[in-house]
């Protein structure tokens, strides 16, 4: 059984006398740049007998339309890293200090850092005016080993991974690219199955209901392939991301999805929906039974792009 990620924030974070190994960033997504620095800092605190520290931020300025991953979405992903720690830094809180109190009192004092690693953008301190040679020069100070990661590149044109390209993905309706970036793990959303209006079930096709949290980015509305995580369940289906324009214009905005081969009740159910490729743009249908049409076309070319990808349903 994998061991769960401890959150701590910095007013709860134990002083350790084996000191840390701190991977340091925001790391929203968790893509595959994330992923290189993470399991370094893994394998370097199992090897020196020190604790895995992963740190990030809440209140952080580039996460004003959403995250990518929610703090408990990360805690889950660092799990299944083996990293001990997670830290959460407030942005607010932080984002006044120099680079050198950064450094004296959150990465010295507080988290007792001995081996340090960060991307080679990583930034820091008040007007984002600390930079690797900063941290080179700190860590050099108080004895501590820093390593930078290089930009981890994808694709033809070999464009540099970065939450931000992850965000244009899902904005654009490319799920299966921001899945590529991340070393397969899709995005997702997750939550309790809350009731509707029921008019899928009485159209013959019951689905089940998450709100998007408010916190969460919004990916292009539409209607997705998707797989669907009840507890150690893997199920496959069609999933709608928007406000139902055809019936109620709903608020916020729901991901509805059909499950393929599956009629049980699951209300008060925490469900997470993974989406896969995108299928078409939310539209508003002139009548309830052309939305009925469409949604038999959507499960059908769902199928088959499922099935494209080695799954049978």
Not at 65 to 79: A, F, H, P, W, Y
């Amino acid at each position: 059984m994998i061991k769960g990620t401890d959150v701590f924030y910095l007013d709860t974070l134990p002083y350790l006398f084996n000191g840390r190994a701190v991977a340091l960033g925001f790391f929203d997504g968790i893509h595959m740049g994330h992923l290189d620095i993470i399991r370094k800092t893994v394998k370097t605190a199992v090897l020196e007998g020190m604790t895995s520290t992963v740190q990030t931020f809440i209140n952080f300025g580039k996460s004003e339309e959403g995250v990518l991953t929610t703090i408990e979405e990360k805690r889950e992903i660092l799990s299944s890293l083996g990293v001990d720690e997670m830290l959460v830094l407030d942005f607010n809180a932080v984002k006044n200090m120099s680079p050198e109190l950064f450094c004296d009192e959150i990465l010295n004092m507080k988290m007792s850092s001995r081996a340090l690693f960060a991307g080679e953008d990583y930034r820091f301190g008040k007007d984002a005016s600390g930079d690797k040679d900063a941290l080179k020069a700190f860590a050099d100070r108080i004895g501590a080993d820093l390593t930078i990661f290089k930009d981890k590149l994808y694709g033809d044109e070999q464009r540099r991974i970065s939450s931000t390209w992850l965000r244009e993905a899902l904005c654009d309706g490319k799920p299966e690219l921001y899945s590529a970036l991340c070393a397969g793990r899709p995005f997702s959303y997750s939550g309790m199955v809350v009731k509707g209006n029921q008019l899928g079930r009485k159209l013959g096709f019951p689905t089940a209901n998450i709100e998007v949290p408010e916190d969460k980015i919004k990916v292009k509305r539409g209607v997705y392939a998707s797989r669907v995580m009840l507890g150690s369940n893997k199920l496959y289906g069609v999933t709608n991301v928007g406000v139902k324009p055809t019936v109620d214009d709903a608020s916020p905005v729901i991901a509805e999805t059909f499950i393929f081969n599956f009629d049980d009740d699951i209300y008060g159910a925490r469900i997470k929906v993974e989406l896969m490729e995108f299928l078409r743009p939310e539209c508003k249908f002139d009548s309830v039974d052309a939305l009925k049409t469409a949604v038999e076309g959507d499960k059908e070319n769902a199928k088959t792009i499922l099935a494209k990808s080695g799954i049978i349903v």
